[in-house]
């Protein structure tokens, strides 16, 4: 006789099968729960045609750690879904709005982007920005990273307070000059240091020598501040743009120096960490980060400039981070300790809470954010940071009911990839030595018990949120 069971309760592991009512299973593999009936999972196909991008030096996609879409519109293909893959875990978010002909994106964590400083010290991974031509069909990969130029000036001595008659008496002014570079893309360097003081004559000529131009700088922007006989303001402000003749390495930027034309205050642009890890987008306007070599620390940039992170902006929490999520305006800090929440409508203004703990998070790809909720894996289980309307934020336990300690273990839960589709989140685990194991979907939109295996497992997954579909890289 057979007996057919469509109804599930089951994953409780403190219930012992025979005291299980009738119609309940212990346990619901290869399928989901929806509307309170199993259902069968989908079969996965195979993804024939699409584009995929081995970043930083891999050599087969079977390998990836790390997989994101992007899609864009293609001279050659069309309208198409392109995969970028990674050696190791890196993470993609959305470009600031830039009036150009580029879509792009910017990258963190194991980019495969290099930089190499002043000082020859070169940096593998840097945060970069990846950009694709509309229409074109090639993705140029640029760093965020920037040296800063160095600057003096020509002293002015020859300066004088008269003109050629008696009545043509001349003021001599004195200004410190700053400079910076900006690429082909408008992301501007953070300012060099000061220059010698210079004394010049209105609508003289300045000259100044500037060292460190790198190859692929589209221009040199020159700032200034006042001091002396015309103390109008001690602020830097911008005077000058040189885009033409530019020299790498070493070279003069001459210009004639009126006051008239000093403009717009400078933009206080501190430069990107070069190990900025985990950029997320923040729906104010401003991301966040944070750098491997401050771990407990979380930094923001500047309003609207992605490329700018002030020392100013950042906080600090008490545990090293594993992974930042972002919903409305809130930042959650998922750390080896306590979780932590910061919140806030401009980067200057953040507010840092704890959360009850600890609940340590354990795989930095094992963080997703659903409906303004972020679950992330622990030793302990599934947690959930979510809103309730009597205790305010936080931190639950989804699986506490569903698993013991010691099975929730055993699933190692450090190797996890999770990622939210279709109303549930899909969790992928490898045993310690490599080999799969079995993974999870828990429907969030059905029963707290909603929690049914399969035998599916991911090296790495992302989701095209435009066509509701998840990609995978199987895990053999």
């Given at each position: 006789?057979?007996?057919?069971?469509?109804?599930?309760?089951?994953i409780?592991?403190?219930?012992?099968?025979?005291?299980?009512?009738?119609?309940?299973?212990?346990?619901?593999?290869?399928?989901?729960?929806k509307?309170?009936k199993?259902?069968?999972?989908?079969?996965?196909?195979?993804?024939?045609?699409?584009?995929?991008?081995?970043?930083?030096?891999?050599?087969?996609?079977?390998?990836?750690?790390?997989?994101?879409?992007?899609?864009?519109?293609?001279?050659?293909?069309?309208?198409?879904?392109?995969?970028?893959?990674?050696?190791?875990?890196?993470?993609?978010?959305?470009g600031?709005v830039?009036?150009?002909?580029?879509?792009?994106?910017?990258?963190?964590?194991?980019?495969?982007?290099?930089?190499?400083?002043?000082?020859?010290?070169?940096?593998?991974?840097?945060?970069a920005?990846?950009?694709?031509?509309?229409?074109?069909?090639?993705?140029?990969?640029?760093?965020?990273?920037?040296?800063?130029?160095?600057?003096?000036?020509?002293?002015g001595?020859?300066?004088?307070?008269?003109?050629?008659?008696?009545?043509?008496?001349?003021?001599?002014?004195?200004?410190?000059?700053?400079?910076?570079?900006?690429?082909?893309?408008?992301?501007?360097?953070?300012?060099?240091?000061?220059?010698?003081?210079?004394?010049?004559?209105?609508?003289?000529?300045?000259?100044?020598?500037?060292?460190?131009?790198?190859?692929?700088?589209?221009?040199?922007?020159?700032?200034?501040?006042?001091?002396?006989?015309?103390?109008?303001?001690?602020g830097?402000?911008?005077?000058?743009?040189?885009?033409?003749?530019?020299?790498?390495?070493?070279?003069?930027?001459?210009?004639?120096?009126?006051?008239?034309?000093?403009?717009?205050?400078?933009?206080?642009?501190?430069?990107?960490?070069?190990?900025?890890?985990?950029?997320q987008?923040?729906?104010?306007?401003f991301?966040?980060?944070?750098?491997?070599?401050?771990?407990?620390?979380v930094?923001?940039?500047?309003?609207?400039?992605?490329?700018?992170?002030?020392?100013?902006?950042?906080?600090?929490?008490?545990?090293?981070?594993?992974?930042?999520?972002?919903?409305?305006?809130?930042?959650?800090?998922?750390?080896?300790?306590?979780?932590?929440?910061?919140?806030?409508?401009?980067?200057?203004?953040?507010?840092?809470?704890?959360?009850?703990?600890?609940?340590?998070?354990?795989?930095?790809?094992?963080?997703?954010?659903?409906?303004?909720?972020?679950?992330?894996?622990?030793?302990?289980?599934?947690?959930?940071?979510?809103?309730?309307?009597?205790?305010?934020?936080?931190?639950?336990?989804?699986?506490?009911?569903?698993?013991?300690?010691?099975?929730?273990?055993?699933?190692?839960?450090?190797?996890?990839?999770?990622?939210?589709?279709?109303?549930?989140?899909?969790?992928?685990?490898?045993?310690?030595?490599?080999?799969?194991?079995?993974?999870?979907?828990?429907?969030l939109?059905?029963?707290?018990?909603?929690?049914?295996?399969?035998?599916?497992?991911?090296?790495?997954?992302?989701?095209?949120?435009?066509?509701?579909?998840?990609?995978?890289?199987?895990?053999?």
């Amino acid at each position: 006789m057979k007996a057919k069971i469509d109804n599930f309760h089951g994953i409780q592991p403190r219930i012992h099968p025979a005291l299980l009512g009738a119609g309940m299973a212990v346990r619901a593999h290869n399928c989901r729960l929806k509307n309170g009936k199993l259902v069968p999972l989908r079969m996965p196909s195979v993804v024939d045609g699409a584009r995929v991008y081995r970043e930083g030096g891999l050599v087969s996609i079977a390998d990836a750690v790390s997989l994101h879409p992007w899609k864009w519109i293609s001279a050659a293909s069309g309208v198409g879904v392109n995969f970028f893959a990674f050696k190791g875990v890196a993470w993609m978010t959305e470009g600031n709005v830039a009036d150009d002909k580029f879509d792009r994106v910017f990258v963190t964590g194991a980019t495969g982007v290099p930089f190499t400083g002043a000082d020859g010290v070169m940096v593998e991974d840097t945060p970069a920005v990846f950009l694709h031509e509309r229409g074109g069909n090639s993705v140029v990969r640029r760093t965020l990273v920037k040296d800063a130029l160095a600057v003096s000036g020509d002293d002015g001595a020859e300066r004088t307070e008269s003109g050629a008659g008696p009545d043509e008496a001349r003021t001599i002014y004195y200004a410190a000059f700053f400079v910076s570079w900006f690429d082909e893309y408008g992301y501007e360097s953070g300012l060099s240091g000061a220059s010698n003081i210079v004394a010049f004559n209105d609508n003289d000529t300045v000259t100044l020598h500037v060292r460190g131009v790198p190859a692929n700088a589209a221009g040199v922007r020159v700032y200034m501040t006042r001091s002396g006989t015309d103390e109008t303001g001690s602020g830097i402000q911008h005077i000058y743009d040189k885009t033409t003749d530019l020299a790498p390495g070493n070279m003069d930027v001459a210009f004639k120096a009126n006051l008239a034309d000093a403009g717009e205050a400078e933009p206080g642009i501190e430069p990107v960490p070069k190990d900025l890890q985990c950029l997320q987008y923040v729906p104010g306007g401003f991301y966040a980060g944070f750098s491997k070599s401050q771990p407990k620390t979380v930094m923001f940039s500047d309003l609207g400039a992605p490329t700018s992170w002030p020392v100013a902006y950042r906080y600090d929490v008490k545990d090293n981070i594993v992974a930042l999520a972002a919903t409305v305006n809130t930042v959650y800090a998922l750390t080896d300790g306590w979780p932590w929440v910061l919140s806030g409508t401009a980067p200057d203004t953040m507010t840092a809470a704890k959360l009850a703990g600890p609940a340590a998070c354990v795989s930095p790809r094992g963080v997703c954010v659903y409906r303004n909720g972020v679950y992330f894996v622990s030793h302990e289980g599934l947690m959930a940071i979510v809103s309730d309307a009597d205790a305010g934020t936080v931190c639950a336990n989804v699986t506490e009911k569903a698993f013991t300690k010691d099975q929730w273990l055993a699933l190692n839960p450090s190797s996890c990839v999770m990622l939210q589709h279709d109303g549930a989140l899909h969790l992928f685990f490898r045993k310690p030595d490599g080999t799969p194991a079995d993974g999870l979907v828990i429907d969030l939109q059905e029963s707290a018990d909603a929690i049914t295996t399969h035998d599916e497992s991911a090296r790495c997954a992302c989701v095209d949120v435009t066509t509701d579909t998840m990609y995978y890289v199987r895990a053999e």
